[in-house]
């Protein structure tokens, strides 16, 4: 069985950060996951990145060489509906893409939690932590 994941914008950073990209490029070759974003997301990294020192003292290269990176791995989905779930309106949209691709949620915003408690849309979420241990990063 594949493992079907969408990553929040901070779990792009600590996998960058972390070097865990190239684990992760051979988790895809083998078929073993299936990583899906959308221009949201994508665009939402871009901005953290041109306007966060921290993140860019974290990430030092180029934000084309991230972009490149998640556009190679990822299969772009675009959400078709909006739920309303969160405090923070934005985020609903990973909301939206982990339900209607059925993948799980990696984040470690406690905003999400919320969204752990629901019937519909029914979505998992796991840290970034318990991510690396699942996938044996």
Request: aromatic fraction near 14%; hydrophobic fraction near 40%; charged fraction near 30%.
């Amino acid at each position: 069985m594949v493992n079907r994941f969408v990553f929040d914008v901070n779990s792009w950073v600590s996998l960058f950060y972390r070097d865990k990209y190239l684990k992760l490029i051979a988790l895809l070759e083998n078929e073993e996951i299936e990583i899906f974003s959308c221009r949201e997301n994508f665009s939402e990294f871009r901005d953290i990145h041109s306007k966060h020192s921290a993140i860019r003292k974290l990430l030092p290269s180029g934000i084309e060489k991230y972009a490149a990176a998640i556009d190679e791995i990822c299969e772009f989905y675009e959400p078709q509906k909006r739920y309303s779930l969160l405090n923070d309106y934005k985020d609903n949209y990973l909301i939206d893409l982990a339900h209607q691709t059925k993948s799980i949620l990696v984040s470690n915003d406690k905003h999400f939690d919320v969204a752990k408690k629901l019937k519909r849309p029914k979505v998992s979420i796991i840290t970034v932590q318990e991510f690396y241990r699942l996938m044996e990063l």
